[in-house]
């Protein structure tokens, strides 16, 4: 079964205290992004790889990193997390033609 | 900037009959539009997509039309069912399609029994 698993599903934290959710897919695409959503905004990208060791910006990057060592991962990682970066976060796996999300991580900064 | 909007937070109708969500873009380089739904607690999950070179795509109770000219994109669900309540997310694309989605607000759909 196609799948994309994200972890945790939900995470309450402090400000500054480093943090990484995982991201894995089952589907050997090439490509993975990351998405946050929120009220009004619908869902922004922060991240995408095109392939192993490949990634750039989205249109939201700033406070976020992320790395592409092998192709099924794609963790994202917020080094110093802020209260604006409360968010609901989606992976996503793609083809060339659709993508699939996982299931989403709520993400609460205090 | 928004690229791809979508005018109606939410939409209510009624069992049975048709739901239209609506869907604008500015940036002309786009060449793929896709259609997610989601549900509460739940990833969007992919519903149906155009690509630009069409007007309409159907499938089963769902039809996508592309007005290229007027850059507006719809949706129409026929007929409602209270299992299409959902947020409706608009998406489009350039290029290679999957990898650098840009989405709409959503819709909220209610479909009253």
């Known amino acids: 079964e196609a799948q994309v698993t994200q972890n945790p599903r939900y995470l309450i934290t402090v400000t500054g205290k480093k943090l990484t959710v995982t991201c894995s897919q089952n589907m050997n695409h090439e490509y993975m992004s990351w998405y946050r959503q929120d009220p009004g905004l619908g869902l922004r990208q922060i991240y995408y790889s095109m392939n192993v060791e490949v990634t750039d910006k989205g249109d939201v990057p700033e406070g976020y990193k992320v790395s592409r060592k092998e192709k099924r991962n794609f963790p994202l990682i917020l080094e110093s997390p802020s209260p604006n970066q409360t968010s609901l976060y989606f992976c996503?796996?793609?083809?060339?033609?659709?993508?699939?999300f996982g299931q989403g991580t709520r993400l609460t900064v205090v | 900037d928004q690229q791809v909007k979508q005018n109606s937070p939410s939409l209510s109708v009624q069992e049975g009959r048709i739901s239209i969500l609506n869907c604008d873009y500015t940036?002309?380089?786009?060449?793929?539009f896709l259609w997610y739904k989601k549900y509460p607690a739940e990833g969007p999950t992919f519903l149906i997509s155009i690509s630009s070179i069409k007007d309409k795509n159907e499938d089963g109770r769902f039809t996508v039309f592309l007005n290229k000219s007027a850059k507006h994109l719809s949706l129409h669900i026929v007929p409602s069912q209270p299992g299409d309540s959902a947020v409706y997310f608009c998406?489009?694309?350039?290029?290679?399609?999957?990898?650098?989605?840009?989405f709409g607000e959503g819709t909220q759909l209610t479909v009253n029994p």
């Open positions: 996503a796996s793609s083809s060339n033609t659709e993508a699939f």
């Open positions: 940036n002309s380089m786009f060449d793929y």
């Open positions: 998406a489009a694309s350039w290029g290679t399609s999957g990898s650098r989605l840009t």
